[in-house]
């Protein structure tokens, strides 16, 4: 259990720093390069935020993999402590 | 005649008999007041006798239908936000309906959002099933082997 708990944690942590480091290091504006523009992004501490940038499509990694792996053992483990409580047991 | 004789280095005298202690009145009392005997006659039970195995309470059960909840009611969400982004991408609400105030959307919402929805949901959704129908199980299983 403290082993999905921690894979769970390491997951988020994971997907927190990709979406960081995405919307951190946009592109300058180009009119050849085909990409979308956006305002700067507030949510990395941008001061200004009329500032136009380009951004590339969003490509995740493997930050949900890790995530979801780590709820499969969270709950994995869950549902092994609930099986195998007194409770459940048949009684002698 | 006989002499006397007196023991040697050798042998062993034997240890003198000391009277215990007498016990103070106080701890007498604490004592008797620690074995509780019934007023009936009857001799002394050791401890009450534990309930029923099977009418107690298992937490994790409890844990393993809520953890279910959420995240199907979170994954459905996510599923159903995703839906209405992809629907209508080019603004965003940021008031009430009443005010109909929207703005243009950032690379968040155009971008990034939809992407942690698509990607999270399914998964989240399909984790809440499996722990309804794991909390499920282990309640048929306790019901099987009461009955």
């Known amino acids: 259990m403290l082993s999905g708990v921690i894979v769970t944690l ?12 995405y919307l951190a290091e946009p592109f300058a504006l180009s009119s050849t390069s085909g990409l979308k523009v956006f305002y700067q992004s507030s949510l990395v501490g941008s001061d200004d935020s009329n500032t136009l940038v380009q951004y590339e ?36 | ?43 002394p039970r050791a401890s009450e006798p534990a309930p029923p195995v099977a009418k107690r309470r298992n937490p994790w059960l409890v844990v393993l239908w809520v953890l279910g909840i959420l995240l199907t009611l979170a994954g459905l969400w996510g599923l159903f936000q995703a839906a209405e982004r992809a629907m209508d991408p080019a603004y965003v609400l940021v008031a009430g309906y009443g005010s109909e105030q929207y703005r243009a959307p950032g690379v968040e919402d155009f971008y990034v959002i939809p992407i942690i929805l698509a990607s999270l949901s399914p998964w989240l959704t399909a984790l809440g099933i499996g722990s309804i129908i794991a909390a499920s199980t282990v309640h048929a299983v306790q019901w099987s082997r009461r009955g």
Not at chain 1, 10 to 21: F, H, L, Q, S, W
Not at chain 2, 1 to 22: D, G, Q, R, Y
């Open chain 1, 57 to 92: 499509p969003f490509v995740f990694g493997a930050g949900p993999a890790v995530l979801i792996a780590g709820l499969v053992l969270l709950l994995a483990s869950v549902a092994l402590a609930a099986a195998l409580h007194p409770s459940t047991r048949p009684a002698d």
């Open chain 1, 10 to 21: 390491a997951g988020a942590a994971v997907c927190a720093v990709t979406i960081y480091t």
């Open chain 2, 1 to 43: 005649m006989s002499e006397p004789t007196h023991p040697t280095l050798f042998e062993k005298e034997e240890p003198l008999e000391v009277p215990a202690p007498p016990i103070p009145v106080t701890e007498k009392v604490e004592q008797s007041e620690s074995v509780t005997q019934p007023e009936s006659g009857e001799e």
